[in-house]
C-alpha cells in the first residue's frame, strides 16, 4: 500500500461531492482539497476587477495576480482577502464554469492541485480530477445525483447560508453548467474509465460517506477508523 493515498471525487455541479469529501477527509485525516472554491475565487477575482468572466482573453489576463489558499479551517483566501462566503453567491455560481472552461485557467490551478496532493494523502473532488488533474489516484469515484436531486441540495444550502435564490433559477444553473461542463475543449466533465459510479439521488449525506469509504477500503485496503 502506498505511504501516500489520493481520493478522487468527479460528478457534475451540486452533486454534494464537496460536503461528503470535507467528511471523508476527516474521517481518514486525509487533506481536503476544494478544487471547486479554487475555481469560484478567481471567478470572484475576474469579477472583482470589473471583467467579463465570458471574455476568456481578459479573464487569462490576470493569472499572474491571482493567489488562491485553502486554509486548515475550510476559509478560501483569495489575493488577500477572505471570500469563503463571496464566492458561493449566484453571481459567481452563474459564472465560475467558464471560467473553470479556459485551459490558461485550468493548467495554472492544476499546478496547484497537484503540488498539493504530492506530499500527503489527500481527498480531491471536481469534475476532472481522476480524468486529469489526478489520472494515477488510487480511488476514482464518480458521484452523480438527478437534476432534481442536485438542484434541491444547492437550493436548501443557499437558504441555510442566508443567500437569496429561487428553485426556479437554481435548476436553470445546475443545467447550465453541466451543459458547460460537459462540453468544454479541454478537460470536460466524464467519468474516468476505472473510476467507481455512485448514485447518490436517493442517499443521505451519512449513506454517502459510507459508501466512498468502503470504496477506499476495498480499493487499497485501508482499515477504516470507527466514526
Known amino acids: ?28 485525516n486525509f487533506t481536503y482539497i476544494d478544487t471547486g472554491a479554487m475555481y469560484r475565487a478567481f471567478t470572484w ?15 487569462c489576463s490576470i493569472i499572474p495576480e491571482v493567489t ?13 482577502q477572505d471570500v469563503t462566503r463571496a464566492i458561493r453567491e449566484p453571481l459567481v455560481s452563474g459564472n465560475v464554469s467558464y471560467i473553470a472552461s479556459y485551459k490558461d ?13 504530492q506530499s500527503k494523502s489527500v481527498v480531491m473532488d471536481g469534475r476532472d480530477i481522476g480524468t486529469y488533474v489526478l489520472p ?8 452523480i445525483a438527478s437534476v432534481e436531486t442536485r438542484a434541491k441540495r444547492r437550493y436548501d444550502e443557499n437558504v441555510s447560508k442566508g443567500i437569496p435564490t429561487s ?3 437554481v435548476i436553470a444553473d445546475v443545467r447550465k453548467r453541466d451543459y458547460i461542463d460537459s462540453h468544454r475543449a479541454f478537460a470536460p466533465l466524464k467519468p474516468a474509465e ?4 455512485l448514485d447518490t439521488s436517493d442517499l443521505n449525506i451519512e449513506e454517502v460517506v459510507d459508501a466512498i469509504l468502503n470504496i477506499i477500503h476495498d ?8 466514526h
Not at 486554509?71 to 478560501?76: I, S, T
Not at 485557467?105 to 496532493?117: G, Y
Not at 480499493?219 to 470507527?226: A, H, R
Open 45 to 59: 477575482a475576474v469579477m472583482e476587477r470589473g471583467l467579463d468572466p465570458e471574455d476568456e482573453k481578459a479573464s
Open 167 to 169: 428553485m426556479e433559477d
Open 68 to 80: 488562491i489558499d485553502l486554509l486548515e479551517d475550510g476559509r478560501v483566501i483569495c489575493c488577500g
Open 136 to 143: 494515477d489516484a488510487d480511488v476514482k469515484i464518480y458521484q
Open 1 to 28: 500500500m502506498p505511504k501516500t493515498i489520493s481520493v478522487a471525487i468527479d460528478g457534475p455541479a451540486a452533486a454534494g461531492k464537496s460536503t461528503v469529501a470535507k467528511r471523508v477527509a476527516a474521517i481518514l
Open 105 to 117: 485557467i485550468r493548467l495554472a490551478l492544476v499546478d496547484m492541485q497537484r503540488a498539493m496532493a
Open 194 to 197: 476505472d473510476s467507481v459510479p
Open 219 to 226: 480499493k487499497t485496503g485501508l482499515e477504516i477508523p470507527c
